[in-house]
C-alpha cells in the first residue's frame, strides 16, 4: 500500500495566525481528502482533493498529483479550529483509504 | 451528515466476551468500512464491504469479523476481546461516481476491554 506522512506533527498558534499542513504520499493517488477530527472525536470532511485547489471560507487546499504531496492552509485561526487534521488517499486503482499520522492543532486565545 | 450511525457509541467489556458493533446507512451506497483509531497509529482499516455479502480484509484484520446481509448495515464482531482490541472504532461509507471517490464516517464507538 502506499505511505501517507504528515507534517508537522504538532503546531501551536495563536488565534489569528496562519498556517500551512502538508501531506506527502509514497505513490500515485486519484482520491485525496482533508479530515478535521474535532475535540469531540467526530471527524469532518474538509476537502475532497485529488488535484487542484479548493477553498472553503479560511480553508484551502491545494494538490499538486504530480509530485505527491497536498497542503493545507488555515488563514485567521480560531480556537475552534483546534484538533487533528489528517490527510487520506486511495492508491490508484484502488478502493481503501489510507490515512496519515495526522497533525495536532491547538489554536490558543 | 451521510446519513451514517454506529451503535452503541460506548462499551465497556470483559476479555473474552464476543461483541458486535453495527454500522447503519440510510443512502444504499455500495461500500462501507470498518477503521479503527488508536493513539500514535491514526486510522487503520479493518475489513471492508463491496456489497451485500462480499466482504474483503484490510490491513488489521485478524480478530475482527464482518457480515453484510443488507445494504444497510455492516456488522463488525470481535468473536473473544482482548485488551489490544480496547479503541474507538469507525465506520464509513463510500460516495463513488466515476472517478469521484468519497468517503465519510459515522460518529465513532468507543470500546474498552477490560
Known amino acids: 500500500g502506499i505511505q501517507v506522512e504528515q507534517s508537522p506533527p504538532d503546531l501551536i498558534l495563536q488565534e489569528g495566525a496562519n498556517s500551512t499542513l502538508r501531506c506527502n504520499f509514497s505513490d500515485s493517488v486519484n482520491n485525496l481528502q482533508w479530515f478535521h477530527q474535532n475535540p469531540w472525536g467526530q471527524l469532518i470532511n474538509l476537502f475532497y482533493i485529488p488535484s487542484g485547489t479548493k477553498q472553503n471560507g479560511r480553508l484551502s487546499a491545494t494538490t499538486v498529483a504530480t509530485e505527491r504531496y497536498s497542503l493545507l492552509y488555515i488563514s485567521s485561526s480560531q480556537t475552534t479550529d483546534s484538533g487533528v487534521y489528517f490527510c487520506a488517499g486511495i492508491k490508484a486503482a484502488g478502493n481503501k483509504l489510507t490515512f496519515g499520522g495526522g497533525t495536532r492543532v491547538l489554536v490558543k486565545p | 451528515d451521510a446519513g451514517i450511525t454506529q451503535s452503541p457509541r460506548h462499551k465497556v467489556t470483559e476479555t473474552g466476551t464476543p461483541v458486535t458493533l453495527r454500522c447503519h446507512q440510510t443512502e444504499n451506497h455500495r461500500y462501507m468500512y470498518w477503521y479503527r483509531q488508536d493513539p500514535g497509529h491514526g486510522l487503520r482499516l479493518i475489513h471492508y464491504s463491496y456489497g451485500v455479502k462480499d466482504t474483503d480484509k484490510g490491513e488489521v484484520s485478524d480478530g475482527y469479523s464482518v457480515s453484510r446481509s443488507k445494504t444497510e448495515d455492516f456488522l463488525l464482531t470481535l468473536e473473544s476481546a482482548t485488551s489490544s482490541q480496547t479503541s474507538v472504532y469507525f465506520c464509513?461509507?463510500?460516495?463513488?461516481?466515476?472517478?469521484?471517490?468519497?468517503?465519510?464516517f459515522g460518529p465513532g464507538t468507543r470500546l474498552t476491554v477490560l
Open positions: 464509513a461509507i463510500s460516495v463513488a461516481s466515476g472517478t469521484y471517490n468519497e468517503q465519510f
